[in-house]
T-cell receptor, first 116, second 116 residues
Framework: GAVVSQHPSRVICKSGTSVKIECRSL??????MFWYRQFPKQSLMLMATSNEGSKATYEQGVEKDKFLINHASLTLSTLTVTSAHPEDSSFYIC????????????FGQGTRLTVV | AQSVTQPDIHITVSEGASLELRCNYS??????LFWYVQSPGQGLQLLLK??????LVQGIKGFEAEFKRSQSSFNLRKPSVHWSDAAEYFC??????????????FGKGTHLIIQP
């Protein structure tokens, strides 16, 4: 099956610094990638949708200047949490969907971000 | 806007007993429906999906789900649970946008506890 690799799996950073999370589709080209956020013991909330070569579309309430998304190639999307604060601590999960007819999006393993 | 309701936050089942997890959705058109399982600190694993056709869908690990349009439901079932099934289960609904995948809307999840 299709594999999506997310890196790092865990990261701890100091408040005020920026953190980059990578999401790679290993065996298919991902026309669209999605970024989700999951608070402890809660559901996943869609943050943004990115299409290769174009600007990401952010969900209402998500700060695009804080959560920078780049989808520069068909196999890589990155999420950068800028000027991180403790309230940004969360579990971030990406998913990637191939182009063409809709099938499904494949999820990465997630990244646990802790801001101290 | 689409939404997913999982009315049961926690469910406790004895090992070997049958299981049914409820999911109701709200969506204006034909939805694409998914069930995922998540172990603590892990990403999501797809159990099964419904796009069209036969309304009874078979998935991995002995799970099945039935799409009932009249009830806007997509309940997950397993005839006999195993201790390894203890996890968080998420129902999700997706859409087709411009011929490609759209981000998923997740339910709040059901925490499954297995009693020995």
């Amino acid at each position: 099956g299709a594999v999506v690799s997310q890196h790092p799996s865990r990261v701890i950073c100091k408040s005020g610094t920026s953190v980059k999370i990578e999401c790679r589709s290993l065996d298919f080209q991902a026309t669209t990638m999605f970024w989700y956020r999951q608070f402890p013991k809660q559901s996943l909330m869609l943050m943004a949708t990115s299409n290769e070569g174009s600007k990401a579309t952010y969900e209402q309430g998500v700060e695009k200047d804080k959560f920078l998304i780049n989808h520069a190639s068909l196999t890589l999307s990155t999420l950068t949490v800028t000027s991180a604060h403790p309230e940004d601590s969360s579990f971030y999960i990406c998913s990637a969907a191939p182009g063409g007819a809709f099938t499904e999006a494949f999820f990465g393993q997630g990244t646990r971000l802790t801001v101290v | 806007a689409q939404s997913v309701t999982q009315p049961d936050i926690h469910i406790t089942v004895s090992e070997g007993a049958s299981l049914e997890l409820r999911c109701n959705y709200s969506y204006g058109a034909t939805p694409y429906l998914f069930w995922y399982v998540q172990s603590p600190g892990q990403g999501l694993q797809l159990l099964l999906k419904y796009f069209s056709g036969d309304t009874l869908v078979q998935g991995i690990k002995g799970f099945e789900a039935e799409f009932k349009r009249s009830q806007s439901s997509f309940n997950l079932r397993k005839p006999s649970v195993h201790w390894s099934d203890a996890a968080e289960y998420f129902c999700a609904v997706g859409a087709l946008v411009g011929g490609g995948a759209d981000g998923l809307t997740f339910g709040k999840g059901t925490h499954l506890i297995i009693q020995p």
